[in-house]
């Protein structure tokens, strides 16, 4: 079975634009998380999606955002990028509720 | 969700076992004791999770206390690709949301 795959894996943007990550789940799987990761703050949680609508946000501000799709994949998007948002960004997806599994990430870098 | 206690690094020489310890005083009766490791710039990837019994897998095994305030984490045979930081979390099953302490550095020695 396919594990979590996020795209692109690697990303440099500058200040002031905006990115769209993507994250496709282990077939079946219905919840996706999203969690960022920084020398700084560690691992922090973003948001997560179960079929299609927000269940559950961390302490971010709005201009992070994301969406879930039908077939499960999510996508989470930054707005107005800030030096600070440089990142690996992770997405983990689940099926019942105990285990989650993460992909291998993307890292962002804002210039 | 309740916090946790882990000490930031640990060693452990190859082919020992590695016992990570959790301390989780504050732990909920519907919440459960969950670990992860990330071994450099990969995600994280989930080990074992328990309740209140002692758990094993293929990977770990979990000894949780009866009074369930701490945990332990036995790598039984310990290899180089085990180095890696080891979250341990609380948490209550159904929420999705983890949430990660600074976890602890393990260092496998040749």
């Known amino acids: 079975k396919a594990g979590v795959t996020q795209t692109p894996r690697y990303l440099i943007k500058t200040r002031g634009q905006q990115v769209t990550l993507s994250c496709s789940p282990i077939?079946?799987?219905?919840?996706v998380s999203w969690y960022q990761q920084t020398p700084g703050q560690g691992l922090q949680f973003l948001f997560e999606?179960?079929?299609?609508?927000?269940?559950n946000k961390g302490n971010f501000p709005g201009r992070f955002s994301g969406r879930q799709f039908s077939n499960s994949r999510s996508e989470m998007n930054v707005s107005t990028l800030e030096l600070g948002d440089s990142a690996l960004y992770l997405c983990?997806?689940?099926?019942?509720?105990?285990?989650?599994?993460f992909g291998p990430g993307t890292r962002l870098t804002v210039t | 969700d309740a916090k946790t206690t882990q000490p930031p690094s640990m060693d452990c020489a190859e082919g020992r076992a590695a016992n990570l310890p959790c301390n989780h005083s504050?732990?909920?009766?519907?919440?459960?004791v969950y670990w992860y490791r990330q071994i450099h710039s990969q995600g994280p990837q989930y080990i074992i999770h328990?309740?209140?019994n002692n758990e094993t897998n293929e990977m770990a095994s979990l000894i949780i206390t009866e009074d369930r305030k701490s945990s332990t984490l036995i790598l039984p045979h310990a290899t180089l690709r085990d180095t890696a930081v080891y979250y341990c979390?609380?948490?209550?099953?159904?929420?999705?949301?983890?949430?990660f302490g600074t976890g602890t550095r393990l260092t496998i020695i040749p």
């Open positions: 999606y179960f079929s299609e609508t927000q269940r």
């Open positions: 979390i609380v948490r209550v099953y159904g929420n999705e949301k983890l949430t």
């Open positions: 077939s079946g799987h219905r919840s």
């Open positions: 328990g309740l209140k």
């Open positions: 983990a997806s689940s099926l019942d509720g105990y285990e989650q599994y």
């Open positions: 504050t732990i909920s009766g519907n919440e459960y």
